[in-house]
């Protein structure tokens, strides 16, 4: 149940996204998708099937998060766009 309403959000807010082309709400929608990665990897693990793929959802999880959370604005592809978007101004302002 936790997993379809994380997978609805992350559909929900990447569509919006999408249709409106702003990149306001991408780091909540990569938070949300790491919370999904992160409940599908310990779904794996529970159900006793200690495999690659449950350690990887998790690990690639915590590092979702630690792009969304843990760095500032300008290493996210949001902050990247916005910096080359200024630059671009300032050169052809000159």
Same mark, same amino acid.
């Given at each position: 149940?936790?997993?379809?309403?994380?997978?609805? *959000? *992350?559909?929900?807010?990447?569509?919006?996204?999408?249709?409106?082309?702003?990149?306001?709400?991408?780091?909540?929608?990569? !938070?949300?998708?790491?919370?999904?990665?992160? *409940?599908?990897?310990?779904?794996?693990?529970?159900?006793?099937?200690?495999? !690659?793929?449950?350690?990887?959802?998790?690990?690639?999880?915590? !590092?979702?998060?630690?792009?969304?959370?843990?760095?500032?604005?300008?290493?996210?592809?949001?902050?990247?766009?916005?910096?080359?978007?200024?630059?671009?101004?300032? !050169?052809?302002?000159?």
């Amino acid at each position: 149940m936790v997993r379809i309403i994380l997978a609805i *959000v *992350v559909i929900v807010l990447s569509g919006y996204s999408l249709v409106t082309q702003t990149l306001e709400l991408m780091p909540y929608y990569v !938070f949300f998708l790491g919370a999904l990665l992160l *409940v599908t990897g310990l779904a794996e693990l529970q159900k006793d099937r200690k495999g !690659f793929w449950g350690y990887m959802n998790i690990a690639i999880s915590l !590092f979702i998060f630690f792009a969304s959370i843990g760095c500032p604005q300008e290493t996210t592809l949001s902050g990247l766009f916005y910096l080359f978007k200024k630059s671009t101004l300032m !050169f052809n302002k000159a």
